[in-house]
């Protein structure tokens, strides 16, 4: 699949209108898939079907899952002459959609596999629906279950080696600096940080813990998204989509 935007222009979280959208997708049928890739897409078809209308704002996140996402925006805004504003960040989103590497009952999230956290709280932040899209693997009933790399925490690099010992102090489990894959040394954030991974030992009130990551000094974001999202769209590998909204529904 290759995605060409000649149009844009780098943007600094201003605001860009897509009156044309010079975006080329290849097409992949759900038959050409994986049961995984399938059900992704199914998943971001059916967001984006039932919470993408005409004159809104939209902000969309990173990972595999936004493709699809995108694609589909793509197709209805040609089929349906959809007027959009999309936008990385913004104070004034109708609505965001983005993917996450689990998801429990009450729809608390763990993101940032991929070391983008912080933006990608900022715009969920910011959205009056932050909508989460993923394949079936991540529909959980308590984090932990099939994400086994932890809580990501994005941290100032000097305070890397204080918070880990706050972490295992005050919450338990291992907390380990991220290291880079492809060269030495850790990975370092797009805001020029260092990725904590916190492996904990059992689930929690995910509120709480949340603002216990948070207290620590030199911790600038958590990956754990506490009632923020609104629903959930689970994509299955024969196309079907399953539903959810928060069992216990969120006051924020």
Known sequence: MSISLPSLKKF???SVLFQRLFIFVKNISVKDMSGIDAGKKA???????????????????????????????????KAENLKLI????????????????????????????GGCLTQEKIVAS?????IVIADERKD????GTTWKKGV???????????????????????AKLRLATQKMGPVVTD???????????????????????????????????????????????DGSVQVREPQVQNNV
Request: glycine letters at 10%.
């Open 43 to 77: 998943a971001a078809i059916a967001a984006v079907n039932n919470h993408i209308k005409d004159q809104q704002i939209v902000g969309i996140g990173s990972g595999t899952t936004v493709v699809s996402a995108v694609q589909r925006i793509v197709e209805r805004v």
């Open 191 to 237: 805001n020029g940080n260092f990725i904590i991974d916190w492996v904990f030992d059992r689930p929690g009130d995910w509120n709480q813990i949340n603002t216990t990551l948070k207290m620590i000094p030199g911790v600038v974001e958590t990956g754990l998204f506490v009632n923020m999202a609104k629903k959930a769209y689970f994509g299955k590998a």
């Open 140 to 143: 959980v009933a308590a984090l």
């Open 12 to 14: 600094h979280g201003k």
């Open 152 to 174: 990501p925490l994005e941290v100032v690099d000097l305070a890397y080696r204080p918070v880990q010992i706050h972490i295992e102090r005050l919450l338990g489990g291992s």
């Open 126 to 130: 910011c959205a009056k629906e932050f």
């Open 86 to 113: 999309c936008i990385p960040t913004s104070f004034q989103l109708d609505v965001a959609i983005d993917g996450a590497d689990e998801v429990d009952s009450n729809l608390v999230c763990i993101k940032g596999g």
